[in-house]
């Protein structure tokens, strides 16, 4: 059963300052390397899947560094290109409480990624490879040139019976001003091309522009999402709704959309530790589950779980295995594995 | 409407246990320099204004230290005299659920701020400089020479129109046996000169000896508060209520007689990273609240949610920009800022 | 009043990954020597007893680290041999909201400690020194040697008129398939031996075979403490209930048998840091009540306090003192000591 | 004596993997702020005088915690101007014995200072503020905006009898191919301003194109200094020869070029700690010799010795005062100082 | 030219206390995974080759980080079974100057590696696959079945015509009292199936026990080493002389005898930061030279130098590349790269 | 052979920034406990003897920490008292090359050991345990009430038959102004008293105000020692010369007077990566060689390589076994234990 998944992002570098302080305050980061992509197969290659990575890295130190530890993860690089000069980074400073975590990036619109040469990856290779492949809508802000290796290779892999994986993911700060008119196209493109796609009830106001009736979150979904499957003939659309409490807190209710009816997960409400990447434990959970031959109601309640675990763990990329999340799913708390 | 603010107050180094382990378990401390007059000034530059600290440092790499830090806080040392042999010095050793903080001082009484020779400050540059001047009872605690510098400056800065703040922070283990008494007369001296008084109903009780037939801590408030404010020309009274509870989390209410009336704010309750110079936040939030023109109402829900935010960042001194405050005193909760 | 307390039992190394990072995302460790035996006589010197250990640990510099700890605790190493070739260890990930801690051993069968020779200790000397002797079930679980030497040195001190403690800590990985039958024999062995004893109803059903028409833990324990008492001449048997809830907090409520009845400590709910050696803290807190002459309703409310308070601090061996015990007893939370 | 020192150029975060490891092998870095204008400020305000910066940094995380570590050297942010969104990186990799150390840059094109837009600075009153301002040949580097402003702060200080000092500082990677020939009449601008040049033989000859018949180093400096120092009216030409042994020691030896005659410093061996910013610390000390009015063997001795300390200390920026330069200077080596 | 390099033998984890202190002194430790088949393929891998470990891992924690790391270094563990349930450990106290480092192993014996049941790699496959195995004496010493894969291993790979490096690496510790008789019939073993042998003078003298008139180091090479290739047609033999200095430096000359002559190396004398290892980079280095088809004298040259740098990295995993090697053979030292 | 020894001297917390750093730098710090008396227990109790140090320490935390750590090198705080309120403290800066280590002390003589009441130590029974007892200079600076437990102990234990050892180290800060003249009375009586000395050739010119005709070190040592042996009835006078040297090398010689003759150990060269404690290290080496039997030429040679040692461990303290010595005394050098 295990799949080969192909992810096609870019590897970002994360330099988060230790405990809560402020970067103002310290004089030390720990750094990581990490991404949508890499966070999806990070999670897949724990579940037992083959992941393979589809970006671009600098050659010398950074670019090393990164490669190092994608391979750490358990990432095949094979299909990671070197060149280019500049790897793109964050900063994170860890909230507390009523203190929201602070993200400051460097520029990368100059990195590597983002400046790989036309037609540099090879479409057909990858396409014969993966069962399923990865995008997320981060990279659908980058450039024009970023976009058009995206959608190719989409269609690469979808013309070879592959799965087509998009999440939405739509930040507002890399569209700019009148974001959603420009993003709109460039995603409605991807969403033709997607078989399983991750967004929620926002995106299809707002980038798609749909209108509803409804006011209520729940009802908003209901009304949209089998409106979003079916002009773009999507088999699975899947999100989450996220409660943010003021002790360090989350809240999080998983919903999927699939063979025409509406499941929703239970609430979960439990500490955070580290909250990023933990939508792509979400993702991957979905991913998983439809590759597992889940029912509807395990696939949201195992991607919300694995959602749930990704808090509880430094750093952004997923570790849990299989037996992770389904014990987590159990009603009983386990102390201490010995 | 940025003012300059001056700050008299001993620089103290304080030097903590990483983490929550106790002095015996471990090897190693993380240090900084605070002090009341320190965290307040800290805070109020944050919030926009000018600050200049009053003290007296020694010669050596420990003084060198204090100042740095006191600069990187962004407050002036030009007032800050070099001279005399040490410095004080607290440990801190962080508590945990129902095991309590503890802080150990080593002998403050021999620092350079404490030993200051008689009129080594330069009490009328001071007075002409800053449109407001700060002053805690922790510093009338020492001894009779630190408590003429305080005092004079008091008079100084009154004298040209400037406003006093007096923070009543009495602390027993400072003024030893029957310490009330010996206190009494030095705190009515300060809240002669005062405009703005941090203190609360039990000050009024046992500092000065008012008698009051509640026994509410309400009541009390609303009994004792206008009474100390006619007997001494106050203006504005404010101090907080403070709750700890056993889960890491403490809840705090504020609140402030001004203008022939006693506002509370909504009681806050947050978990606790740092708990140290929380009550300083909160000062600084009254002071920032005055300046600015707040009303009473939003002074006081300004100045907890300043001191509720100071409990969830590193160190004595408090890091939050107006910005910051108001953001956290919306009910929606920020998980990232990006 | 206080007593010469001496505790049979292995050291091992535990080995922790900082955090909340797993062994495969970090690269350091934060060592500490534990053990059942040093966690209670950690906590009975912290409680004003002389404690000695009766252990055995390799020379060289991994024997000479675990000494230079135990020392450090407060407890005497002079009856510790040194010999053999190795140290047992445990590798500690510590957990996070729902994702469990897990614990990964080393071969602790080759150890110094159940590699020990016949005869190896001085039991007629340690019988003399001892008030108080202290076993636990997982030094029973380890081979037909270890055992020999621990009835023997109970039987020792019970001859001279010293208490012999048994915890019956019992581990199923420890005692593999069908580990209830294989231990019963040993168990009773010791029971007979013993007059203080921390177990379970769940002990005296599985491992002693005893039969409960009862359904509910309370009731069981009604029922069968009083026959294991009297069937094993015991004087006191206490144990503990715990629950796990899914945001970092557990809770603990004790429970004693003592003069034929049976007695409950409140439920007390707490955040927790460090879990291990909370279970030897409560036993040291019943250890200390009866040495003090406490009620029985004081010991077992005293023990499950100190048991709390060993989940606010790091490593395994408890640092409170009858003071701190007694102060987190009272209802009001103390924030600072100064 | 103590005078006003202003230099402009860029701060950079400097990033350092912690010890001697790789990027690649880690996962932690210390940051620190720097740049040659930072670090001649903080060696010449160790040295008693008084520096601004003249910069510009992003608002935010990282510009703020720029801003602190300038202010903590003891630097005046006053004319540090804030805004543009990014800060030039570098990362560096300790090199130990005969491996070499490795800076990785990130790309500092697009950084706040080197897109300051056009007349951004108040060069009017820097220019009645500075006694000394000091450029450096990195800056020039950058862009044709960049060089305008260096230019315009040049002339404006020099207009109004400021002394200006400038440092050669040739960095082969930043000029590209040709980069001698592109560096030629930039350099030649900066020379024509300059009272105090930092510089060498191999600046005279590859981008000044100057021709010495001379085959030693020693020879071509007493051919080539006198006639650029006669061709750009300069009072003062100084640098170092530089000796890399591989025992993690370095040979230094000072020259200057003052009064007609070339004097050199004995040459200094010495082991070396962190290697970054001790150029900057030898240009300070001839900036500080010249302004003490000390003669030019004092100058260019004081001046290697002040480089000499920056090697021994950690980051960019030094730390040393008159008195230890003066006292690293004597024979007899200080043990420990209580 | 790159080519594919097998390594077969155990994984161990490496425990150092971080700095100087010794394990009685510290706290902390910081952990990796290497040995000597790992070491040598990671150094391989970083020369351009591509690297296969065979060994055996346990399940768990643990392994799963080993796994981790040895992807982290490139090299690839499709080869690596996992089970059993130990790992090897080692402890380090990094010596200084006159002080020596100290290693206490854990008990190895028990460990997954030495565990292996009977015929459990697929040798036909392996045989296949690789054009070089490599096998070090310290496997050698384990137990009978390690030494039945070893040599069946061996016997596949040299009977498809790939070539077999034994690197003799004997340590008297593993093979106890009469060490030199018991490891002599399966050295004879080894060396009779190697093409490329690491070893010196110490060896043929003690090992395979032949006589020698001669009494200097180099006279003894210069009779034995052509006595042991000719008896064991062994193509290349290679070796080092360590002269340890007392000042942190070490001495390193290389010898090789190939093409009926025997080559030495200059003697590098140079800092040394972590020595562990470095012999395998020597090993790595001969490997590559042979097959890049360097002459004796380059191999010689090349690998003496990779030995070298191989002190400067911390850990004992090299991480040279070609280009950092054929730099540091050149006179010049390069300070830092930019 | 193993003896009882004692020693009376202050334990200090020593705080020391990591690295090389300044406090201005910084903001972590190390921290251990030390002192005259607590380094050479520390370092006799690890070649094989049993140490009580006498002395007395705060209540609290800070008191608490410090008998861990004492107990945790192996010494028995059996006779260290509890009570006062400070402890003395000295911050330690790295010094590196040619920049000096910096101690700056806080204010010690307000310290549990500097007022320790009258008559508070039980020196009757003291002098009953101890074979040897131990005093230093720097006790004799404190104050009178110091002194006179001082010469009161050494006169109790010298009345039994007890050996006394004096280390002179005199410390001219602690002494002030004229402070020879100051102290030459208690340096006589201590020296009346002791029957070994630590000291050299200028304390017995500047303190003891003899006259030597001799300039050169050597011949004024081989001048004066006779004289002050003879003088006060000593049987044993030892010391060392030490060069400190530009590289983090010194240069160490002892010599020892003893039997009528003036015996030199070879002068060691070696790295220095922790020099305090080392003067301590030498002393204990005399100690033990007297208690061994070793001869003069033994003793100082084992003396002086104990010194060397104690300069290649983190700490105060020296750890090193007889065992590490005598290995250290040897040519050949040792360069992994494994």
Redesign the interface.
Known sequence: MPKVIAAFGEVMMR?QVP???????S??????FSGTGVNVLAALVRLGHTGYLISRLPL???G??A???I????ISTELVLRGG???G?Y?L?Q?????????????RL?SSFNRAPAKCYDYEQISKQADVIHFCGITLAMNEEVRWHMKTLAQAVKSRGGLVVFDANY?P?LWGEDGHHKAKPHYEDMLELADIVLMNEKDALFILDLKSVETKREDQLADLMPRVAKQFHISVIAGTF?G???????SLQGFIWKNQSLVFSPTL?????D??GAGDAFASGVIHGELAGYSAEKIVQFAVTAG??A?????DSP?ATET?VIR?MAPV??????
Request: proline fraction near 5%; avoid cysteine.
């Open positions: 330099l405990g809560y302080a402020l970067l103002s305050q004089n030390a980061l720990n750094y990581s010398g130190p950074l090393d560094a490669v190092a530890e391979r750490k993860l358990g000069e500049y790897l980074m900063f400073e909230g507390f409480g009523g203190r929201p975590s602070r993200v400051t990036y460097t520029n100059e930040r700060a996220r943010i409490n003021g002790d360090n807190s989350h409400t439990f500490p955070v530790y909250r990023i749930m675990l808090h509880t763990i430094p750093g570790t992770d987590a708390i386990v102390d201490i594995e010995r």
